[in-house]
């Protein structure tokens, strides 16, 4: 899935100072979760996970894999399909006759043509069949006929497929003139894959810097946006799907209202303190503190902050990425990923 700062290439890197320093704890919290790949390795490793976020498609992904811990039986939809199971839930949704509603409506060129703008995002079929998905798994929550779990476990899958099917470089700031080949594939969910636990494990949909006030853990994971790309706006569509108010801004990328959801660590004049405040509140053994070269942080700030509150060690590692509108014709940008340790005091 691309993702601004997805860290499923980072995994090992980020556990590394960890196991070579012998730390041991039973509470991780990934305060930022975002796509929740960070979390969702912790959990596996037999870690009780607090993960957080304020968009609310990051906090459907924590719902299904994090807070969920086994696979349900979608028992209460046995009137409507035969033999139902996990698979047959998903079946199902994939043989459901596409409908024209707000997606069809707002981001693909047939349902837009006669709005103020043309939307480009996605194919008509594939429009149609994740506004049919979509209608179909609130009206089953309406009804009672799924739990919590399976409602989530479900939206998730709806969202995660998005990506696969739109035309864009890489976020939602604007669609493609030119069609890219992947706005042609079949929009299909797929079961995603759940992680078994015994342990009870907690989501959050919060601004960090209040939440790190309210809980406490062996090991805090911060990963903030490090540039001035608001998650808000880049993701609106994953947004759009997850909350499903069926609101958009009268603009030519189909934006939705994010004023609420903009994050203090995208602005130059506002991130050292609100980084600041969020350190001086944290309570917990150890910190992991994930940025990179590009971060609108200054390094000396990250260290000086930081410091106050423990021992600092800090690690680096080369990382390479494609701009999301290069589409791998042009060269490589060359950065470092960091990575601080703080031992607190």
Not at 9 to 33: H, M, V
Not at 150 to 158: G, H, M, S, T
Not at 245 to 273: E, I, N
Not at 281 to 303: K, R, V, W
Request: aromatic letters at 12%.
């Amino acid at each position: 899935m691309r993702y601004i700062g997805n860290k499923i290439n980072l995994l090992e890197f980020i556990e590394q100072p960890l196991k070579e320093k012998g730390i041991t704890g039973t509470k991780f919290c990934d305060i930022f979760a975002g796509t929740a790949n960070v979390a969702k390795h912790f959990k596996k490793n037999g870690y009780t996970i607090i993960s957080n976020d304020n968009m609310m498609y990051s906090y459907v992904f924590q719902k299904a894999y994090i807070e969920n811990n086994s696979t349900p039986n979608f028992s209460g939809l046995s009137k409507i399909i035969k033999d139902v199971n996990i698979d047959a839930v998903f079946a199902h949704l994939n043989e459901l006759e596409g409908q024209k509603g707000f997606v069809y409506k707002s981001f693909c060129i047939e349902g837009s043509k006669n709005s103020k703008y043309e939307r480009n995002y996605f194919t008509e079929e594939n429009a149609t069949k994740i506004d049919v998905m979509r209608d179909a798994i609130e009206d089953w929550k309406n009804k009672k006929l799924i739990t919590e779990n399976e409602y989530y476990i479900l939206l998730c899958a709806i969202i995660e497929e998005i990506p696969f099917v739109s035309n864009i470089a890489g976020t939602y700031g604007a669609f493609l003139k030119n069609d890219d080949p992947r706005k042609f594939k079949t929009y299909t969910v797929k079961i995603p894959e759940l992680i078994p636990s015994n342990k009870t494990h907690k989501s959050y949909q919060m601004d960090a810097n209040k939440l790190v006030r309210k809980i406490k853990c062996d090991i805090l994971y911060i990963d903030p946006p490090y540039n001035n790309r608001q998650y808000a706006s880049n993701y609106h569509m994953w947004e759009t799907v997850a909350v499903w108010d069926k609101q958009l801004l009268d603009r030519k990328t189909g934006l939705r209202p994010y004023k609420d959801q903009r994050s203090l660590y995208c602005f130059k004049a506002k991130c050292v303190k609100a980084f600041d405040d969020l350190i001086q509140n944290a309570s917990c053994s150890h910190i992991l503190f994930s940025y990179n070269t590009e971060g609108i942080i200054p390094g000396d700030q990250i260290t000086r902050i930081l410091s106050k509150k423990g021992k600092v060690t800090q690690y680096e590692k080369d990382y390479r990425r494609f701009k999301s509108n290069s589409k791998g014709k042009k060269p490589r940008e060359s950065l470092k990923e960091l990575l601080y340790l703080v031992e607190v005091n």
